[in-house]
């Protein structure tokens, strides 16, 4: 990528529209692609050409759109109502006028497969052709309801006509605008008083710049994104899954291109923030989502599932589990069929057996628990071996407590801790115990009903009842 600090850019990001075809409650661009907002894809794309600042224009749910963002370098823009995509560049109009040497991109919201890079080649394109407006354009099989390119017969950009108020000779052009452009703001903020509503949605739109601009006298170019896959905008849920696919793909590719090893990239799904490292496996039908990570080595699935989870170097993550925001050590087993909740870590080398629960709970170095077993609230030590089917009740309906095993213990199959309690070091515990007090090291502890044993109780038991009947 070229130095795009020399081109001294800002952005503007249109995300105030209804989105009336995706027939959601939700803002269209608070909607994910690959995990992310469509909005959050488009930022990137902006930040990454060196745009700054970058403004976003907010209206329709404008306050789930701000909150969704907070906390970020952007700056919003309110457009209410939204009347167009011009009119949100009107409503900006006072805030562009700040930074007025600055290039403008204005970006749609819309646009989740947009890259930085194709922003930046843009922006070259602008400045050789020492255009003040110089739009993103596509040419496409099936163009669809875009906006179509007009040009004169010298080839000069003369207009964007809309598909909706296109005539039917415009609407064969094959042309389209992407919603990504590149303008200088003197003459933008000319032509923006001479936008009218007067076209087939009744709105001021931003498109009708372009024959503005060309009509003044001005230079508006064209550039040909190198890429069309990128131009996709999202407009209803059907463009959204495809979007996904295609991010999902292009996310996939990267990895692999990497040293990533994915067994199915078909069914597997892979979040724009999660990494797989070189020569770590993905098995079928496996999905990282958030900050995942699964490191060299590693192995992951089949039908397993990672939020924000990482899976350390050699580790086994095996069928059908479920770990989120927990950490998993250096070749550790976990699964099948296991569920790791929330700041759980396992550590190195440790094991995590088939329909084990894990909540807020340390296990150690080595430590196993292979089966049946819930574990909350605990800090257990290295080595310790949890037998089936214990439980720490860490819960008395009001407040949870810790239970603490020391390193080395061995809890009996089918062991109840009450906690709050302390396992000692070394400890015992004989199984079906419950364990109510704290057990020091080494010794043993046997917390269980004593067994009766009557002999010949059921024959005497039988030969009384006959008795009775005769
Ligand atoms: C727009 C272009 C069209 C282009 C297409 C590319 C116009 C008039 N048309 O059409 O030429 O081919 O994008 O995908 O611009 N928005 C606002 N305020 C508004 C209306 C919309 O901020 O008042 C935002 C939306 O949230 C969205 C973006 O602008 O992010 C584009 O709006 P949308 O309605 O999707 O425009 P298209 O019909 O797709
Ligand atoms: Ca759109």
Redesign the pocket.
């Known amino acids: 990528m070229t130095d795009t600090a020399s081109l001294k850019v800002q952005a503007l990001v249109?995300?105030?529209?209804?989105?009336t075809r995706m027939k959601s409650a939700r803002a269209?661009?608070l909607h994910p692609a690959l995990g992310v907002p469509l909005l959050e894809h488009v930022l990137r794309a902006a930040t990454g050409a060196g745009a700054k600042p970058v403004l976003v224009?907010v209206?329709?749910q404008a306050a789930a759109v701000e909150a969704a963002f907070a906390g970020r370098d952007l700056e919003f823009v309110r457009?209410d109502p939204?009347?167009?995509?011009?009119?949100?560049l009107q409503a900006a109009q006072a805030r562009l006028a700040r930074n007025a040497e600055r290039t403008l991109l204005v970006l749609?919201?819309?646009?989740p497969l947009l890259r930085a890079a194709t922003l930046v080649a843009l922006l070259e394109a602008h400045r050789r052709d020492g255009a003040a407006a110089t739009l993103l354009s596509a040419v496409l099989a099936a163009p669809g309801?875009?906006?179509r390119v007009v040009r004169d017969p010298t080839g000069a950009v003369r207009a964007?006509v809309?598909a909706r108020d296109a005539s039917a000779e415009q609407r064969a052009l094959r042309e389209?605008?992407?919603?990504i452009y590149a303008f200088e703001v003197g003459p933008l903020l000319q032509a923006l008083s001479g936008l009218r509503p007067q076209n087939a949605q009744g709105?001021y739109?931003?498109?009708d710049l372009i024959g503005l601009l060309a009509a003044a006298g001005h230079r508006v170019s064209a550039f040909a994104a190198p890429d069309p896959q990128q131009?996709l905008?999202v407009?209803s849920q059907a463009e959204l899954a495809e979007a996904g696919r295609l991010l999902r793909e292009r996310r996939l590719a990267e990895l692999m291109a990497e040293g990533a090893c994915i067994e199915d990239p078909a069914t597997t799904w892979v979040g724009l923030d999660a990494q797989v490292e070189a020569d770590a496996v993905i098995r079928p039908f496996t999905v990282l989502e958030g900050r995942s990570v699964v490191r060299q080595g590693a192995s992951v699935g089949p039908f397993s599932r990672l939020v924000d989870s990482e899976v350390g170097p050699g580790a086994l993550v095996l069928d059908h589990c479920l770990l989120r925001e927990s950490v998993v050590g250096a070749g550790a087993q976990v699964g099948p069929f296991a569920h790791v909740r929330p700041e759980s870590v396992i550590g190195a080398a440790a094991k995590v057996g088939n329909f084990v629960e894990l909540k807020k709970t340390r296990l150690g170095e080595g430590s196993k628990a292979p089966h049946l077993s819930y574990l909350g609230d605990a800090w257990i030590g290295p080595k310790v071996n949890v037998g089936a089917g214990t439980i720490t009740c860490n819960y008395d309906g009001v407040h949870k407590h810790p239970t603490r095993i020391e390193a080395g213990a061995f809890i009996g199959s089918d062991t109840t801790l009450v906690a709050p309690v302390t396992i000692g070091e070394g400890a015992y515990i004989g199984a079906g115990s419950t364990i109510t007090e704290d057990v020091p090291p080494h010794a043993l502890a046997l917390a269980r009903a004593r067994q009766v044993v009557r002999p010949d109780w059921v024959r005497r038991r039988r030969a009384a009842q006959r008795k009775e009947k005769a």
Do not use: F, W
Not at 176 to 179: E, L, M, P, Q, T
């Open positions: 249109l995300a105030a529209g209804k989105g269209k661009v224009v209206g329709h457009q939204p009347l167009g995509t011009g009119h949100a749609n919201g819309d646009l309801a875009y906006g964007v809309e389209i605008n992407a919603g709105e739109y931003l498109t131009t905008g407009n």
